[in-house]
């Protein structure tokens, strides 16, 4: 709706006006990606680990990103460290529980960083959600090889259940903060032949969540954002790594006007 | 010979179709591309390292490749104990021994995987493969700055000693299991400009064990199809980075016409 | 000047002689880049961090690289162990102080670094290497987003204080050994749209002093080819991804003959 692509447009300049740190405790697969996701989007990437500065690090953040793709048992207590200094700084914190319901480490990480820490959103694939809340759906690896029934009904049921946004991405976008639910249409099938495309997701929401405090919106534009940016790199190539080049080059020149007229978000019944 | 063209073809669809899961246990470095490498084979990659979840999520894993490029003591220990839930499961296992005869702790972690587990393929350079059967050749960090003088008949008398498919992969490939001998002509030199170029042969292979149970086999195909869209992409560029995007982009787009035209597989009396 | 056009040429064709091994104990965001630059350069990488084998490795390293981007306080000591072996075998250690003056841990590790070791180049932001002198700056994450005053002052004050090469890198490059003091004006501001180009710096760097024992002239010429090599890449593509592989492309096709003229490397007065 006309609302959302205005709002979107206005917070992709907020993002380049303010520069918001986003702090990473996340995957070694796909740093350097999202890492420049931030970059491109206008805010500033800080991948720290070491429980000595977690502390210090958040305290500068503007949000605060936990993705679990390379999880150890020593992460998880970084991870809660840094996010209760998010927590008593009102830091957005947003969750990427990649690989949940695949192994019970990952599964048992996300619920605890869930209950632990007061999340602002989550955000999996299909698979991934639905094993949180015992939706259903399948995790190989990390990657949802048999999707929930209802995405639409699996977020909602999620986000009353766990008082945060949540977000199931995938050819569509369900978004829901348990009252209010989004649809977004942006995307494209070549984001899939790539690894750590959700993970630049996670990431671009947590940009979003930085500058716009209403994290069901802020998600909602960052997703038609990134989106639309993979919409323009498929007219550039149609083979994954030059998708991929053309997806990172699109995202640092989208600009307010491009989202205005391509976002694609619309709000649905729960 | 052709009836290895057939098969390589065949192999590739199958990849596709089965999409098995290949779990890494694998250095830093070079993550992003071997998981890459994985999705635009057709299977499905997972790199995870922790200790609390290896057993799960191997024994969801149609191959598992262990690489010790950023090897630690502690991930040796990680690497036995996934490789000890494959052997139980019949799962192939694929060793990459980066950096063997470089440092000490890096030769005795690949002759400790080796003694220790059932191993499917063991594939390297040719100082690495030298260093472990002690046939000389010279690592310099990672890289064969002086290679075996016969890595023919190198291949053959690991493959003995070890029980195992022995690669040494280079100008041409050459691979042993004791008994058959084979020899591969496809690749690039650009490929040596790369970093990892090695360790994304090693993941190739294993997307192609994971499907075919006689790895020297599987093996052939895979390098002959990784070495095939290498010489596709130099056609799009001579220079080392767009090279290498545009061997991702073959790689995904490869078909089964083009191995059956385009792999050169021999076989050669050990 | 001249002079330093020609050596820098010189310097190039040395490596790609010679190619030194460039042992890097660094973050892990952007390996991958680093690992490509030290190729593309001509010289071998390898990124190597276990406690374990530091020692055997940095004995054959021409040049050893301390990049602290993703510290943890185990890494430190690793860092040290590498550190005091290369000082035994006098190989250059070039030290990067990423994201000192974020949080304590890197500040006082960069120190730690600079006051055991005897260390041959310290590179940095203006704020990272301002903070490690008190001299004012700003870092947050691992930007510098309020630079020094006179940053041809500070680089001369810190060689001085830790007697070493101190390099301050950014829009333009300020160098000091204490004595003498150097300006190279190569290089592209689509350089910081990408992250880890400021490590690609350092690897650079490194490369250079494996050859060349006088590490001033071997930074000035290693900044100058890599800024080259930016401006080159800027005419092939404005938008960072693109650019990033034409970077990348540009060092491994650089001559020496574009080294001598397009350098620009000038003398200045402390």
């Keep these: 709706m006309k609302k959302y692509n205005q709002i979107a447009g206005s917070l992709l300049l907020k993002i380049r006006e303010k520069k918001p740190l986003i702090h990473h405790i996340t995957n070694m697969v796909v740093m350097n990606d ?32 936990l993705n679990i793709g390379t999880l150890t048992k020593e992460l998880i207590g970084t991870m809660m ?19 949940s319901g695949a192994t019970d480490l990952r599964t048992q990480a996300s619920l605890k960083l869930l209950k632990g820490l007061k999340i602002a959103v989550l955000r999996g694939n299909s698979g991934e959600i639905g094993s949180l809340i015992g939706a259903g759906g399948k995790v190989k690896g990390v990657e949802s090889v048999e999707g929930v029934k209802n995405p639409g009904m699996v977020v909602q049921t999620a986000a009353t259940k766990f008082k945060t946004v949540v977000i199931v991405t995938g050819k569509r976008d369900y978004l829901s903060d348990g009252k209010r639910n989004l649809i977004i249409d942006n995307g494209h099938q070549l984001l899939a032949t790539n690894t ?12 979003f969540c930085a500058v716009e405090p209403d994290c ?3 998600s909602a534009a960052a997703l038609a954002c990134y989106g639309l940016a993979a919409e323009k790199a498929a007219k550039k190539s149609v083979s994954p790594a030059s998708f991929k080049v053309a997806l990172l080059d699109n995202i640092y020149n989208l600009d307010a006007k491009d989202v205005i007229k391509g976002a694609r978000i619309k709000e649905i019944n729960g």
Excluded: W, Y
Excluded at 38 to 57: W, Y
Excluded at 196 to 207: E, K, Q
């Design 196 to 207: 750590g495309t959700g993970c630049m997701a996670t990431t671009a929401i947590a940009c």
């Design 216 to 218: 069901l919106i802020a």
């Design 81 to 99: 460290k840094a996010g209760k200094q998010a927590n008593k700084l009102n830091i957005p914190i947003i969750v990427d529980p990649v690989g």
């Design 34 to 65: 999202t890492a420049n996701v931030t970059l491109h989007f206008g805010a500033l990437p800080v991948m720290a680990h070491s429980r000595d500065e977690v502390t210090e690090m958040t305290a500068m953040a503007g949000a605060l990103v």
